[in-house]
């Protein structure tokens, strides 16, 4: 309860601070001299938001740089070292621990930062492309049943965009969830492989062709598809009915009047979501915590920031990380600013 009342207190408190800070800039600009006054108020109103801009997201962005250059207590200059040693990452047999030995196989796991970044290549591949696809796929249809129906099917896939990450990973940790022969099986996926005549599987475990990864990127599919679907169930509802109607009379079937008539007309909607799922997939971090810890070979680049910075508080090493997963992403907000522009232009 105490939370809830700090942080309505808070909000009370920021809203009248804001409210304040702009009168105050208002009535010191009106003081000026009238055409003096006319230039300055944008420069009065933007400055405050630029000012916070600098010191929340530039001013920390350039010490994160900064350190990423310095040791692990950040106090001495090493130069480009922690991207060296990233790169060239080798496990020594001395520092390995028993989480990093795959159980009944005493394999050493491959926990170089290459591997990391393959896993985050695959994540990039694999999870906006088929979000987008399961999310059209269900627009499409849903639109499709009426709308009572309609209303019930898209609350049900929207549904999972309520629960928190961490949440969802444990309600899928227990859907892949293995326990030892001889103790009742608890695991929705182990129960169904045994009602087939096979037996269980550790699944999160299993990093033979990064099986684990994909059963991974599965719980931010499901998070994800109803973001998607509703976006783009949007877009489609606003594609002039005459061209599908003229489609219709050309003699084209459904799937013929979806890939040539709709599709194009909602492509830019469709960019604007894959880019913004695929900007959420390089900052995944949540779903491996919760679920892996980042063993097993399902480390990613935010992972391996949390585990340098927090776990063995290597600031620099840590910096260096998330220097190149900047680096990474830095390309992919062009890339949605640019769609996002693009659609402003067809409206």
Known sequence: MGDIIFGLVSIIIGIAASYALYWLLNFLVSLLPGRIS??????????PATVLVLL?????????????????????????KNYLDLFTDQIDPAKITADQIQVGDDRVLDERFMGILLNNLLWVLVVPAVTVMIGTAAATLSNQVGPTR??????????????????????????????????????????IVISLGFP?????????????????????VWLQVGYAMVVISAAIKNVPAETIEAAQLDGANAW????AVILPQVWGTVMSVFVTILILVMKIFD???????????????????????????????????????????????YLQIRT???QETLR
């Not at 033979?208 to 599965?218: D, E, I, T």
């Not at 013929?256 to 890939?259: E, L, M, P």
């Not at 680049?301 to 927090?310: H, R």
């Not at 190149?324 to 830095?330: A, F, Q, S, T």
């Open 256 to 259: 013929q009047i979806f890939i």
């Open 56 to 80: 929340v997201l530039i001013a920390p962005l350039f010490q994160t740089v900064v350190w990423s250059f310095k040791s692990d207590n950040a106090k001495e200059w090493v130069g480009t």
């Open 287 to 333: 779903i491996v915590l919760a679920m892996t810890r980042g063993n097993f070979t399902t480390s990613v680049l935010a992972f391996e920031w949390y585990k340098q910075f927090f776990e063995n508080s290597n600031i620099g090493p840590a910096s260096a990380v998330v220097t190149i997963l900047v680096l990474l992403i830095g390309p992919l907000m």
């Open 200 to 220: 269980a599987q550790p699944w999160l475990t299993m990093d033979q062709g990064r099986l684990n990864s994909f059963l991974l990127m599965a719980v931010l």
């Open 38 to 47: 006319q230039k300055f108020i944008w420069f009065a109103f933007l400055t």
């Open 150 to 191: 309609e209303r019930i099917f898209k609350s049900l896939i929207f549904m999972p965009m309520a629960i928190s990450f961490v949440a969802a990973s444990t309600i899928w940790a227990y859907f892949y969830a293995y326990v030892p022969p001889g103790r009742p099986e608890i695991g929705l996926l182990n129960s």
């Open 340 to 342: 996002v522009r693009h």
